[in-house]
């Protein structure tokens, strides 16, 4: 089992950032690809960024591209989304997530494990 567990979320306007964290516990995060998704209200739950378990090679979606970075620090166990020129339509929960196997899938249900979730407010 692994533990996920978000913070850095709130409330920012148009064109500024935010920097999310994801602490990871249990089972060695290590060993995991690390991802971020994010829901808006009456939307489905979409794919924004992942990282190797090492952190060498990342994607993002074509939203983000440019404006977010992910990366990790696996001796403190912890993702990072670093979030820049945020727009209102970036409005969401952040959630980050966790698989044990390579790849960097871009589907939710390719991750296993699962944070709470950080609401992140884009106003214009």
């Known amino acids: 089992q692994v533990q996920l567990v978000e913070s850095g979320g709130g409330t920012v306007q148009a064109g500024g950032s935010l920097r999310l964290s994801c602490v990871a516990s249990?089972?060695?995060?290590?060993?995991?690809?690390m991802g971020w998704f994010r829901q808006a209200p009456g939307k489905d739950r979409e794919f924004v960024a992942a990282?190797?378990?090492?952190?060498?090679?990342?994607t993002y979606a074509d939203s983000v591209k440019g404006r977010f970075t992910i990366s990790r620090d696996n001796v403190r166990n912890t993702i990072f989304l670093q979030m820049n020129i945020l727009k209102p339509e970036d409005t969401a929960v952040y959630y980050c997530?966790?698989?044990?196997?390579?790849?960097?899938?871009?589907?939710?249900?390719?991750?296993?494990?699962w944070g709470q979730g950080t609401q992140v407010t884009v106003s214009s």
């Open positions: 990282t190797s378990r090492f952190g060498s090679t990342s």
């Open positions: 249990g089972r060695t995060s290590s060993r995991h690809v």
């Open positions: 997530a966790a698989r044990l196997y390579e790849g960097l899938p871009e589907g939710p249900d390719e991750y296993a494990y």
